[in-house]
């Protein structure tokens, strides 16, 4: 029988977290479901969408092959640190398991992306993925402590780290099939990873996320975040993704970064409040929502030699994540109707990370029971 690898243990535990752990936390907050107290607060719910399943995206998505019982111990202690956080009592002692997961990924994916890098360039992906697992780390810190001030500045690190490594790792995956698909329809591609506006986006989203650690440089978060959205939109309609003939699975990908550029931007222009929070909310459900359903799926679907451009499953899910992300921001600018739109929201989300679930288990399962 076949060794699983990493994308295939911690894809799927990132989507039955996302489609149950995220959903509940968000009716918790609201009253309609009772729940672990850890999970009816906001910073909960940012806590468990940012350290619980971005990082186990991350991991599935980064870590090199290793042997099945380093991989087993790896992912007990990502399930572990879920367990601390929802049961635990509070304190550091519920934070360890998680500053203990992120240490440990970073110790097996920085280095070996550092040697690999070839280009300067190119050491910005072990860099945005250690200053990403140091921030996380220092999320749990701040949320386990007895009075957790200055969380949400933190998280708001978090989220530019996440958003600066969704606009690296966008260009590597998105451009190249683009480019791949318009040369095989006789068009010749005009822009590929597009290096300067890469570095100019990399740089103006270091400025953005050492400001957004001190509350008096807000005014340059807020100017860094509208000009790398700006940016991102530029690069992205260089692309020109419109011209892919019969691959609805790059305009999702497309979709995601669009989701992106508009969410930064949206970000930068948003006062501290709740429109900064409908902001955020447009990076981490449209944007990360909804590269990341693409991401898992098309690894997956590519190492089982399946074609993604016939799976419908990838355009229903992306559009039931931008239904979360519009009903979300609703909700902000609607908070009479607050309560029905969050709970709408919360469904579309969760639906998406089923029909996720779904399709990676019926992969997983279908490559296990192959040859090797």
Request: charged fraction near 10%; charge should be positive; glycine fraction near 8%.
């Amino acid at each position: 029988m076949r060794r699983l690898t990493s994308h295939e243990v911690f894809f799927p535990a990132a989507s039955l977290h996302g489609a149950i752990v995220l959903p509940w936390s968000v009716l918790a907050i609201i009253g309609v479901v009772h729940g672990p107290a850890a999970l009816g607060t906001p910073m909960g719910h940012a806590h468990e969408m940012l350290l619980g399943y971005a990082l186990a995206v991350v991991a599935g998505y980064q870590l090199p092959p290793m042997s099945g019982r380093r991989l087993a111990l790896l992912f007990m202690l990502w399930l572990g640190a879920r367990i601390a956080y929802v049961t635990g009592s509070g304190g550091l002692a519920s934070a360890l398991p998680d500053i203990a997961f992120a240490a440990v990924l970073a110790w097996h994916i920085v280095p070996r992306l550092y040697v690999a890098a070839k280009k300067l360039r190119n050491l910005a992906l072990p860099g945005l993925l250690a200053g990403l697992c140091v921030a996380a780390a220092a999320f749990d810190v701040t949320a386990n402590l007895e009075r957790p001030d200055g969380w949400l500045a933190i998280a708001t690190a978090v989220v530019l780290l996440l958003a600066a490594l969704m606009l690296f790792m966008g260009g590597r995956i998105i451009a190249p099939a683009a480019a791949g698909q318009l040369q095989r329809q006789g068009i010749l591609p005009t822009a590929r990873v597009q290096p300067r506006i890469e570095g100019a986006l990399l740089a103006l989203m270091a400025i953005a996320i050492a400001a957004a650690v001190v509350p008096a440089l807000d005014p340059l978060l807020r100017a860094g975040c509208v000009a790398a959205g700006a940016l991102a939109l530029v690069r992205l309609l260089r692309w020109r993704l419109w011209a892919c003939r019969g691959r609805p699975d790059l305009l999702c990908l497309g979709a995601g970064y669009a989701w992106l550029a508009i969410g930064l931007m949206a970000l930068g222009l948003a006062p501290p409040g709740a429109l900064r929070t409908a902001a955020i909310h447009l990076i981490t459900v449209g944007a990360m929502g909804t590269l990341t359903f693409n991401v898992m799926a098309n690894t997956v679907m590519t190492r089982a030699r399946r074609d993604r451009a016939t799976e419908p499953r990838l355009p229903w899910g992306t559009a039931l994540i931008a239904a979360a992300a519009v009903l979300r921001v609703a909700a902000v600018l609607a908070p009479d109707h607050a309560l029905p739109l969050l709970m709408a929201a919360a469904a579309c989300w969760s639906a998406a990370m089923l029909v996720l679930a779904a399709l990676l288990a019926g992969l997983v399962s279908r490559r296990r029971t192959s040859p090797a």
